[in-house]
């Protein structure tokens, strides 16, 4: 703490021997550097984030749509009518076959195990929109893995009037 007492009364006794036009310019100059200092720690940041601010607006607005058509999604297929456990497996069997050797469907009870091996996001998606829509399907439990270019694993879902 001394150390910085003797620093700090070393240049005030140095200021003291300065002439006055010298004395206002030391002041000029540290006005000027404390100006860049608030101004790169406190003004320059909040403007960065103010510049920012419509852009992540409609990135969270867009979001927000998209969850809102999701919502309305599930709520329709909510509303509509369970389908019978026979036709649930027919549609789900149906979905599988179009994946080709890739996918292998088991039923059991009011559940169905979809095995995948190298099937890409997008089969994988269609077939859920096939399950979910056709079969009232839904979820329940995803152990997938990325291999190369696909998933291998699978995939539980819901099916029957249990919904």
Same mark, same amino acid.
């Given at each position: 703490?001394?150390?910085?007492?003797?620093?700090?009364?070393?240049?005030?006794?140095?200021?003291?021997?300065?002439?006055?036009?010298?004395?206002?310019?030391?002041?000029?100059?540290?006005?000027?550097?404390?100006?860049?200092?608030?101004w790169l720690a406190l003004v320059r940041p909040a403007m960065n984030t103010l510049d920012a601010a419509p852009a992540l607006r409609a990135q969270?607005?867009?979001?927000?749509?998209?969850?809102?058509?999701?919502?309305?999604?599930?709520?329709?297929? #909510? /509303?509509?009518?369970? =389908?019978?456990?026979?036709?649930? $497996?027919?549609?789900? @069997?149906?979905?599988?076959?179009?994946? &080709? +050797?890739?996918?292998?469907?088991?039923?059991?009870?009011? #559940? /169905?195990?979809?095995? =995948?091996?190298?099937?890409?996001? $997008?089969?994988?998606? @269609?077939?859920?929109?096939?399950?979910? &829509? +056709?079969?009232?399907?839904?979820?329940?439990?995803?152990?997938?893995?990325?291999?190369?270019?696909?998933?291998?694993?699978?995939?539980?879902?819901?099916?029957?009037?249990?919904?």
């Amino acid at each position: 703490m001394s150390a910085i007492t003797d620093t700090r009364n070393q240049l005030l006794a140095r200021y003291a021997k300065l002439d006055a036009r010298e004395r206002q310019m030391v002041v000029l100059i540290v006005a000027a550097v404390g100006f860049l200092v608030v101004w790169l720690a406190l003004v320059r940041p909040a403007m960065n984030t103010l510049d920012a601010a419509p852009a992540l607006r409609a990135q969270a607005d867009a979001q927000l749509l998209q969850m809102q058509a999701i919502s309305n999604e599930a709520r329709q297929l #909510r /509303a509509l009518p369970p =389908v019978p456990q026979s036709v649930a $497996e027919q549609v789900l @069997k149906s979905a599988t076959d179009e994946l &080709g +050797g890739k996918a292998k469907i088991t039923v059991s009870g009011d #559940r /169905a195990t979809l095995s =995948v091996t190298g099937i890409n996001g $997008e089969e994988l998606r @269609k077939w859920l929109i096939q399950a979910r &829509g +056709g079969a009232r399907a839904r979820p329940v439990e995803a152990n997938l893995v990325r291999a190369g270019d696909g998933y291998n694993g699978s995939l539980v879902v819901s099916i029957g009037s249990q919904q």
